[in-house]
């Protein structure tokens, strides 16, 4: 019985061969690395009929992620996250077809879990004892907690400005945290500095080591077999480093090579802010790669990257499935937040409402049609960011009294 057909990994832009039972990072090339797999040795035991008998996690995918050892799998039960109808918000933006796969449901509120639960059981196998990451907040927090699961140390550095429950999160698992007064590439930098002074640390930055996007790859096989093996017609996705796109893209080229799915592919949106929107610019101007991008602000804090590595992944995804990008204002998505909530009783995050708006625009310009169906991928929960509604409410006396009509 093979639990993992994982066989290599392969550079991003090269194709260029490397062994996946060694630690790495990034390619001779300085881009991310893909774990490649055997498919017919995978497809031998992972069948769609085999699925149905196993656990609601994302480990039920095991032939086709990177752990060997079942023993090795660092687990708080993440995975099989709820791909929810939306009809009553759907109707109000004219996509009565809408759904949201919601992430807030899952260890950490957000679906940094993933590729945290992936990366760290993986690492662990490969005999890491500690990894270190510069992060906007919700990354920091799961790889901290996965690495407690895990028995790992974590050196974590995130802006001043990330959400503030993400520090108690990290300082709640025992992480090394530092606040930086600056951007996540500031951070980066520290890190970055801070592991090669040490040494006994693994940077798994964003897309700097091959395995988070393996756990992230997860949100596309779910979709699929929530659908009944069916891929809807369009996937909105809040794009900062971009790894839940590059990886629903690498899932759905893999479920085409298992024979799981047709030819047909969704068209893939990358969401961003208009305040931080330097893969919008790129694909806008006709670039491969992207420019950082000056002065970024947004209150969609989990979006806020400057500048990714996988930039140039992110662009081929979208281009190659007929998808775009677009950028909403911070108002925008604030609007479309307490909307669905009061439509629907879900509270997203920003990053997730950003993507609502952009549905929303999509549709008045065409590019969704009336009859598409429609995944809106709800990255975390808005619990993680209880400032963005403002409540304004009376306090009442404890002889108070509530007026008979509103
Ligand atoms: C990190 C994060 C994102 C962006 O994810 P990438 O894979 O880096 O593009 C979106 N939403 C939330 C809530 C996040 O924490």
Known sequence: MTYSALSHLECSRTAQKYDADTVQGVSDEGVPLLARYDIELAARTLTREALAGRPATLWRYHEMLPVR???????????????????????????????MKDEGLIPTGSFKARGAAVGVSRAAELGVKGVAMPTNGNAGAAWAVYAARAGLESLIAMPVAAPAITRTECVAAGAELYLVDGLIGDAGKIINAAVRSRGGY???????????????????????????????????????????????????????????????????????????????????????????????HTVAFGITVPKALGDFLVLRAVRETGGTAIAVSDDDLLLEQRRLAADEGTFVCPEGAACFAAARDLRATGFIGAGDRVVVLNTGTGLLYPSTIPVDVPTLPVTGEISPRR
């Open 69 to 99: 050892d079942p023993a090795s799998v660092v687990t708080l039960g993440e995975g099989m996250t709820p791909l929810l109808p939306l009809p009553r918000y759907g109707a109000r933006i004219g996509v009565p077809n809408l759904l």
């Open 202 to 296: 693994q940077e798994v930055s964003t897309l700097k080591e091959p395995y988070r996007l393996e756990g992230k790859k997860t949100m596309g096989y779910e979709i699929a077999e929530q659908l009944g093996w069916q891929v809807p017609d369009v996937i909105l996705y809040p794009t900062g480093g971009g790894v839940g796109l590059i990886g629903i893209w690498k899932a759905l080229l893999e479920m085409q090579e298992l024979g799981w799915i047709g030819p047909r592919l969704p068209r893939l949106v990358a969401v961003q802010a208009e305040g931080c929107a330097p893969i919008v610019d790129a694909f806008t101007a006709g670039a491969d790669v992207s420019e950082p991008f000056p002065d970024a």
